[in-house]
């Protein structure tokens, strides 16, 4: 028999072997016809392509390939495509940084991952590949925003935008973190300017009740959830008489609105200026309004930040009493919530009654505590007081639904619903997106481009770095167009997508990539959506997640989709991290995935980023553990080697069989039953690697005493069962042993007669290490266990003269005997 020592495990060679084959026979491509067999669309989101790719990376693929390689042997058909999202800041910015245009190097950075991924073996269905920038692609994405503008969803206007002063563009509110941009950390501007938008509060309530259809973690949910920001109240307006202007205030609390005192406006309200215009406070409140715009709404909403405001020197009428009531503008006060202005009780809310405090204004209590409540403000219920003859003495609570009806019926207020989602701002000033395919015409006025004119291709400028407009103003040429209309002379829109738009679509099209008449065709999107498994980071869970729902409705709506929710469950992975901390250049702690596979080879490192943790959770990085990874699949690759090609099946259940093969072929089924379930239900990669570590070990124990056939079984079996995280390994293992390929097998069932025995292999060990194993019943009790190990001779060896402080029994696996 050939010595272990002598063999050499060789990824390098091993590795492209494997790979050329899946490629010369495009094993992973899937055929869009109905073969009767189960769809499973399994999808990883897709990468930014800025240069090389990352660990969470590898994880992100590795995973959904795992999830792929299960479910094609299992039975179904699977869709595993892949594409980029190439448009937008991060290509931009990169190119920025190394003096490339975007075009140039978004294609270096394509081709990178392009050949990473095919290094590490990825089951891509390569033949629906895309980049997000490409004509072919962002043609569609153009026709879908004239469908979306269409009906009203897509429209421009007006209004106060954040502005990135380092990017130069404007920023959803999405992507707007605690005051900063979410790209680079700069803080954030307000500006009025006219921008594109899409209606996605016209789908806030559905996209709120469909989250109880879909399977998602609910830590998901809850975050769009609060994000969407769906409460109950009353509206009411506040009249100004000095610019005869009514202000609405929204409220989830109108049994308190007889205790408002002041009325207060968020430094970013459109109007906060033209009020203080005139008065002795001019100047204060200009100053105040421009201090505000540099503070974070985190910072400015801290519980302990003192309460600051400036009078705007104007009154509003509280129109249930009539009472003229001051104008303020506090930093306190958010524009994203609500209408941007408030009505202020001091009675009965924490902040405002600090800032009445502060400032010397009127607190009015209008809800009675139990007896002998008097603190202030008092947030509890109680009984309506000093409000008005038809509730005063009535529990607040009771009161609300009444005053909200006597609100709509004086003419005063309505019944309301507020969110805290506000439509999605869509324009960009920046070069390197998808051009938005409107003209402007001076007799006609705002024109679609004609669906048969797209796309409108992005121009080449050599001059694309952000000037505070888009620099596709600078390209004349391309800017002068022609009415569609008319037919007279025409300027193009100069401001191009947000890329969230490209990603908001995406999935649809890699079921139908090579369509070119259609965006997709409607019966091919229902033999693959919605997709089933989605894979990615939960940084994406308000933004793309939510916008991709809000297509899809959208589309439904149009009679374009059949269903409503683009993905069925939804798993989000955990973060990699090196020393306990997230990797960034900046600490010099990044790790490229390339270094491993050079080293190691792919199927080490994917195998050890799933080993490493349970996959949903953050993962630190060791070069230990890869290593360790690395032994454990060249143990697998020997094993193969040395028990040769031949007959690999299981022995028969009740079959006469030796202690060896008996203990070797339970074990195997027992990894098979085990893995199964890990892979199959829990995403628990971590145990199911480690089932089949476990299986290996079982086999060079008994590599001397089993049967050929046996030993082959379990071999065969391991690499059956491994090939979902390391296929390049177990492809070659499985060919040594079998003769077959191991992708076109299915998945290996368990016996269940060969999960049931009357004993088991107890561990005995003396402080964590093992000195012994021995054949125990399966019924046996702790005590019996413990009295068994004692008297294995080599525990007693370990044990003899020495104190037995502390027992440990683990029933059906080990005792541990600890000594001093």
């Known amino acids: ?383 309506i007081v000093d409000s008005h003859p038809d509730f005063d003495g009535l529990p607040n609570r009771e009161a609300l639904s009444a005053i909200v009806a006597w609100l709509d019926r004086e003419g005063k207020g309505h019944r309301s619903i507020n969110y805290r989602l506000r439509d999605w701002l869509v324009s960009r000033q920046r070069y390197w997106g998808c051009p938005i395919p409107v003209v402007y015409c001076d007799a006609c006025g705002m024109e679609p481009v004609p669906t048969d004119q797209l796309p409108v291709e992005l121009p080449d400028v050599s001059d694309y770095k952000p000037r505070g407009r888009s620099p596709l103003a600078a390209a004349e040429e391309w800017v002068a167009t022609t009415c569609p209309r008319c037919g007279g002379p025409a300027r193009r829109e100069t401001d191009t997508m947000d890329t969230f738009v490209d990603s908001s679509w995406y999935f649809l099209r890699y079921c139908d990539a090579n369509n070119d008449a259609a965006a997709w065709d409607r019966d091919v999107l229902n033999r693959w959506m919605p997709v089933d498994q989605y894979i990615g980071g939960v940084e994406h869970a308000i933004l793309h997640l939510l916008y991709a729902r809000f297509f899809t409705k959208a589309f439904a709506d149009m009679e374009l989709l059949d269903f409503q929710e683009p993905f069925q469950a939804l798993f989000t992975q955990g973060m990699i991290t090196r020393d306990g901390a997230k990797m960034s250049k900046s600490k010099g702690n990044v790790i490229s995935p390339a270094t491993y596979v050079d080293r190691y080879g792919a199927d080490t490192a994917r195998c050890y980023i799933l080993f490493i943790g349970p996959p949903d959770q953050d993962a630190d990085w060791s070069d230990e553990g890869v290593e360790g990874v690395h032994r454990f699949l060249a143990r697998l690759w020997r094993l193969g080697v040395e028990v040769g090609v031949g007959p690999a099946d299981s022995p028969a259940t009740g079959a006469a069989l030796s202690d060896a093969d008996g203990a070797l072929a339970r074990k195997a089924h027992w990894a098979i039953d085990k893995v199964t379930a890990d892979v199959s239900g829990r995403f628990a990669f971590n145990t199911a690697i480690s089932a089949v570590m476990e299986l290996v070990n079982e086999c060079y124990r008994h590599r001397e005493q089993a049967s050929p056939e046996v030993q082959r079984f379990a071999v065969a079996t391991a690499a059956s069962l491994i090939f979902p995280f390391a296929p390049h390994t177990a492809s070659e293992v499985y060919e040594l042993v079998t003769g077959g390929r191991v992708w076109e097998q299915p998945w290996p069932r368990a016996d269940p007669a060969m999960l049931t025995t009357d004993t088991f292999e107890l561990v005995a060990q003396v402080n964590g290490k093992v000195r012994d194993r021995l054949t125990a019943p399966t019924d046996a009790t702790k005590d019996q266990l413990e009295q068994l190990a004692r008297t294995a001779p080599n525990v007693v060896a370990h044990v003899d003269g020495k104190e037995v402080v502390k027992v440990i029994v683990v029933p059906g696996k080990l005792v541990n005997l600890v000594v001093r």
């Not at 491509?29 to 989101?45: F, I």
């Not at 105040?288 to 705007?312: C, F, I, M, N, W």
């Open 1 to 383: 028999m050939t010595e272990l020592r002598e063999l050499r495990y060789e990824p390098k060679a091993i590795e492209p072997k494997w790979q050329r084959v899946w490629e010369e026979e495009r094993t992973w491509e899937a055929s869009n016809e109905d073969d009767g067999r189960p769809k499973h669309y399994v999808l990883e989101m897709l990468p930014y392509p800025s240069g090389e790719p990352h660990m969470g990376h590898l994880k992100n693929y590795a995973l959904g390939d795992a999830v792929a390689h299960f479910s094609r042997r299992i039975g179904r058909r699977v869709l595993h495509p892949m594409g980029y999202d190439a448009f937008g800041l991060p290509a931009e910015n990169n190119a920025i940084k190394t003096g490339e245009h975007p075009r140039e190097a978004t294609a270096k950075s394509i081709a990178s991952f392009q050949r990473q991924f095919r290094e590490w073996g990825i089951s891509i269905d390569w033949s629906r590949e895309f980049g997000t920038h490409e004509p072919r692609y962002y043609r569609w994405t153009q026709w879908l925003f004239l469908q979306l503008q269409e009906r009203g969803l897509a429209y421009k206007r007006e209004g106060a935008v954040n502005w990135c002063p380092n990017d130069q563009t404007v920023l959803a509110n999405e992507q707007v973190v605690d005051g900063r941009c979410e790209r680079c950390g700069f803080e954030v501007e307000q500006r009025q300017l006219e921008q594109w938008y899409f209606r996605i509060t016209d789908y806030a309530d559905r996209l709120l009740e469909d989250l109880d259809e879909i399977q998602w973690p609910e830590h998901v949910k809850t975050m769009q959830r609060n994000w969407i920001g769906r409460s109950e109240g009353a509206q009411v307006a506040f009249h100004n008489p000095d610019l005869g202007i009514d202000y609405p205030v929204f409220t989830t609390r109108p049994d308190t609105l007889f205790g408002a005192t002041f009325f207060v406006m968020s430094p970013e309200h459109p109007d906060v200026l033209r009020l203080a215009a005139g008065t002795e406070h001019e100047q204060a409140v200009r100053d105040y309004v421009r201090h505000a715009q540099t503070e974070s709404a985190e910072e400015r909403g801290a519980a302990d930040k003192a309460k600051t405001g400036v009078p705007l020197g104007r009154s509003v009428v509280n129109p249930v009493n009539g009472e003229s009531i001051p104008m303020w503008v506090a930093d306190y006060v958010l524009m994203e919530y609500g209408t941007g202005a408030i009505m202020a009780v001091p009675g009965h809310d924490e902040r405002d009654h600090e800032f009445a405090t502060v400032h010397g204004l009127p607190i009015k209590r209008v809800i009675a505590g139990p007896e002998g409540e008097d603190e202030l403000p008092y947030s509890g219920d109680g009984t």
